[in-house]
Structure formats: C-alpha cells, structure tokens
C-alpha cells in the first residue's frame, strides 16, 4: 500500500466552486506539506504544518486554506476555485528530523490533477 | 530573500555523462536536495548534501559547495529511463524545502 495517498485523483470543477482536496499518510510523520505544480514553475508550497496544532502559510497561499484533522491527515481546500487554481498538487510529508540531516526528506504522494473550468 | 536557479532544459545521448548545475541563496540552509520526477509522477528522492564534498552513490553524484551556494548533479552512463525533470531543493531551517523550477533532461539514442 502507497505510503502517502492523496484523493482524488482527478478532478474537473467549476468556477466558484468549493474543492477538497484530501491527503492521508502512514508513514507516522508529524509533517505534512500542500505543494501546487505548474508547467515551468516548479513546485511552490501553499502550506505546511509541522503537527496537528501547527499551520504556516507558504509562498502562495491566497486562494487556499487547510486543516490538519489528525497526525495523518491534512485537507486542501479552494473555497471558490478559479481558473488559474488549475494544477498538479502534491503533498508531502516528512519526520520530525534534526536540522541537516537526511530526516528532513520529504515523501510525496501521487498527486491530485486539478481542473477548473 | 531565497531563490534557486537551474537550468530549464537539456539534452544527452544515451551512455554519456550530464552534470546539472544548481544555484540558491537562503537564508539559514540545512542541507541540498535532489529529486527526480517524471513526467505526470511525483517526485522521488535521488540524494541529499549538507556537508562540502561530493556524495556518490551508484550512477548519480551530487556535489556541494556552501560557500559557493552551488551544488550539481552527476549523472553517468546515461539511459533512456533517466530522461526526467531533475528538482533542486534547499532546506530552509524551521520551515519547508524550497523547489527550483526544475531542469528537463532528454536522453537520446
């Protein structure tokens, strides 16, 4: 079974409508990252929260919110989705690791392609 | 600020040796990493740097220099299945890796 899961994985919206974005992970990790990737912009983080009580926004947050329902779980949502919301978005997680140190690697789910028209 | 530059595009024949080169300035680095992602997949991890040195590890290196704030990937007897994005990501202390664009390798015969 896939260590970091994410659903669903396809999505086609609306304009102006409300979208979750769900990600679940076994690994035991207190870190979980939103990550949104477009063509030629890399990876860009949204958000990212270090353990259940813990959310800091990212680079590009506008647009998004989250929520961190459990050490295994973090929720995306786009509470009226736009066309430019249009994207690959990945999370990820990490273990609570030593600064510089290869704990700090980050896992990433499948990914969820995010349509909006 | 923080940023990190690599190059968009390359391209290779199969057998040769490519080395892609990275660039970053953040404040309070840990540690460079690589990862490979192919095209519609997530990213996996391909190596990790937090000291000066070079990091071998079966065909793929990756080098780094702190000072410099330059690190590079290796990647001998190049193959087919090798043709990918390549993401750098420097660890920012307290907070998440921060991604490069990412450098599209094509491989040909």
């Known amino acids: 079974d896939a260590d970091v899961t994410q659903t669903p994985r396809n999505r086609i919206t609306k304009t102006g409508k409300r979208i979750m974005l769900e990600c679940s992970q076994t690994k035991g990790h207190d870190r979980m990252y939103w990550y949104r990737q477009d063509p030629g912009l890399g990876l860009r983080l949204i958000y990212y929260?270090?353990?259940?009580?813990?959310?800091n926004k990212g680079e590009i947050s506008d647009g998004y919110s989250v929520s961190r329902q459990a050490q295994a779980k973090f929720s995306l949502s786009l509470e009226s989705a736009i066309p430019n919301q249009t994207a690959l978005y990945f999370c990820?997680?990490?273990?609570?690791?030593?600064?510089?140190?290869?704990?700090?690697?980050?896992?990433f789910g499948p990914g969820t392609r995010l349509t909006v028209l | 600020g923080q940023n990190i530059d690599q190059p968009t595009e390359m391209t290779a024949t199969e057998g040769a040796i490519v080395q892609i080169n990275c660039t970053y300035q953040?404040?309070?680095?840990?540690?460079l990493f690589w990862y490979q992602q192919h095209a519609g997949e997530a990213p996996t991890f391909l190596s990790y740097?937090?000291?000066?040195g070079l990091e071998e590890k079966g065909r793929f290196s990756s080098f780094l220099s702190r000072s410099k704030g330059y690190s590079y990937l290796l990647l001998k007897e190049l193959q087919m299945k090798d043709s990918a994005s390549y993401l750098c990501a420097a660890h920012q202390a307290g907070t998440a890796l921060i991604f490069g664009k990412g450098t599209t390798l094509s491989v040909s015969s």
């Open positions: 740097n937090v000291l000066d």
């Open positions: 929260s270090f353990d259940v009580k813990d959310i």
């Open positions: 953040t404040s309070g680095f840990n540690g």
């Open positions: 990820a997680t990490s273990d609570r690791g030593t600064s510089g140190t290869l704990a700090n690697e980050q896992f």
